[in-house]
């Protein structure tokens, strides 16, 4: 348990659907993150909040809406997705501190999704 | 893309020191080496983390060379639970590359 958690844990939808992943983080951190695994492929990093504000934005396509409604909750919003979608989604949490200054993440357990 | 190097892949015998290579020759006056491990279809764990000098905690021990150019994780006695993908990771943006797949044998 690293104080990061994920639901659901599992997630199969099809190309039409709307679903929201979740994540929520008991540590006291005040910045989170979604990242992207996508099989045999190093950890996307696809955004950052950082005291409820969107602070990064890698690129990511516009059918992905996150959302940090306070700094312990982190939804990523899922419509039209296409089968390369399908992957492990990853939340992590850490306390922010000055840019390059140490800080640890906490990554939850992931969502494995799977696009039909 | 990822500011670090490592070797693909690595065996170890179990009871045995792992030693884990990372090359980070581009590194910042004040940014941190981290190393972070994923077992399989898990998150990522965080190990340790250092600056400068060599650091140990209860996991393993973090080696880094004097100009900061590459740094070394150590499991002193690893166990077939320690067989995992390791992520050496510089500076403050997170981003992993593909690690080294470490397998420990029995």
């Known amino acids: 348990e690293t104080g990061v958690t994920q639901t659901p844990r599992h997630l199969v939808m099809g190309m039409t659907n709307k679903k929201s992943l979740k994540c929520e983080q008991h540590l006291g951190h005040n910045a989170m993150y979604w990242y992207k695994q996508s099989a045999k492929k190093p950890l996307e990093l696809m955004f950052v909040?950082?005291?409820?504000?969107?602070?990064e934005n890698n690129s990511v396509p516009s059918r992905f809406s996150p959302e940090c409604p306070n700094s312990s909750h982190l939804f990523l919003h899922l419509h039209t997705l296409q089968p390369e979608d399908s992957a492990l989604y990853l939340c992590a949490s850490s306390q922010d501190v000055p840019l390059r200054e140490a800080y640890t993440q906490y990554f939850g357990p992931g969502t494995r999704l799977t696009v039909l | 893309d990822a500011k670090t190097t490592q070797p693909p892949s690595m065996d170890c015998a179990e009871g045995r020191a792992a030693n884990l290579p990372c090359n980070h020759s581009t590194i910042s006056g004040n940014e941190y080496v981290y190393w972070y491990r994923q077992i399989h279809s898990q998150g990522p764990q965080y190990i340790i983390h250092g600056l400068k000098n060599n650091e140990t905690n209860e996991m393993a021990s973090l080696i880094i060379t004097e100009d900061r150019k590459s740094s070394t994780l150590i499991l002193p006695h690893a166990t077939l639970r320690d067989t995992a993908v390791y992520y050496c990771?510089?500076?403050?943006?997170?981003?992993f590359g593909a690690g080294t797949r470490l397998t420990v044998k029995p």
């Open positions: 909040y950082s005291l409820e504000e969107r602070v």
């Open positions: 990771i510089v500076g403050g943006d997170m981003r």
